[in-house]
């Protein structure tokens, strides 16, 4: 069966980076949502802007899968340190996604989705090894290629990448006793953003293999505002180009 690679990205402006790999483009526009379908590499994808929060990607992802037939998705963005040691600029790929907001109890266990009898997703681990090959190869050759020597002095970027848990929830995480309370449950967990684990609750029960690339953005603390913002414009968009397009170059 053909492949086709879906891509999504919780930022617009990162997306349309994205957006701009594509060759021979089509716009579909569903439910307020713009599917630009087309070829990078000659290989068939559809990149779309999830759109903000766990219902919002959960509705863009199921068009994907549904609607443009994709076979593998990546889920692309910017997320918050949970993890001690983790820094602006790193990048977190998905082992397993949480849901760290999801409370059933009693009827069920914290965090545990319902009827799946399960806490943690797994992301699918040869797109999970592909993702971090094509970021090994794009760190190797020195970030300051992916986003130019100005972000990288200015955000002090010296970038490691993690394999690991993520974790999402319907809330920007911005101080330490929300930090601190998803740590004290969900010790494992390296960051947190909010659309992640409910792509793959989607992906889980369509059977689509996924994974997600997370770059830091801000440690998820008082400080957690002022870093995203600048962030997102001077780095993470440029990020997001560089591994989808080597991503796509080696499959
Ligand atoms: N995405 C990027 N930073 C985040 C944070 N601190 N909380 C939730 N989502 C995020």
Redesign the pocket.
Known sequence: MERTIGVLG?MAEEIDEVKALLTNKTVVKIANREFVVGKINGIACVVAFSKWGKVAATITATLLIQEFGVTDLFFI????ALADGLKVGDIVISKRLVQHDLDARPIISRFELPLLNRIYVNSDPGLTELAGKAVTNLLSRGVEHMVGEEAVKEFGLNPTLYFGDIASGD????SDEKRNEILSFLPDVLC???EGAAVAQVCLEFGTPFTVIRTI??S?DHN?RVD?GKFVVEVANAYSRAIISEIMRML
Do not use: R, W, Y
């Open positions: 919780a963005g910017t997320a918050g809330q920007f995480i911005n947190v953003e909010m953005s801000d998820a957690a995203f």
